[in-house]
């Protein structure tokens, strides 16, 4: 794979990431907001469903970020690095400077 896709394929990847983060941010938020008003309600829906729809989006969130955030080349899990240049396990560029 030439350097070149490799960075096209890398950007692909970054942003399928950022659209999966911005969702269970939002979750997060909805999860700390049950925790803290135990009368809150959204759409009629109890707790319980709320619960159940929140941890089930992050774990389903956790699974398609392992799954994605990985290097085009290698196949490399990429890490926690948020904006990374370098595959860690590789060492090809994933991005132009």
């Avoid at 008003?37 to 959204?42: D, H, M, V, Y």
């Avoid at 009629?44 to 619960?51: C, F, H, M, P």
Wanted: with cysteine; proline share 5%; charged share 20%.
């Amino acid at each position: 794979m030439d350097q070149h896709s490799v960075i096209e394929k890398f950007k692909v990847i970054k942003k399928k990431q950022f659209y999966t983060i911005t969702p269970m941010v939002l979750v997060v938020i909805l999860l700390v907001v049950l925790l803290e008003n135990p009368k809150f309600a959204l759409f009629g829906l109890s707790r319980t469903v709320l619960y159940v729809v929140a941890f089930g989006g992050i774990f389903l969130g956790l699974i398609f970020s392992l799954k994605n955030w990985r290097c085009p080349a290698c196949n490399g899990y990429l890490r926690k690095n948020v904006n990374p240049k370098f595959c860690p396990k590789c060492g090809i560029k994933l991005q132009e400077n």
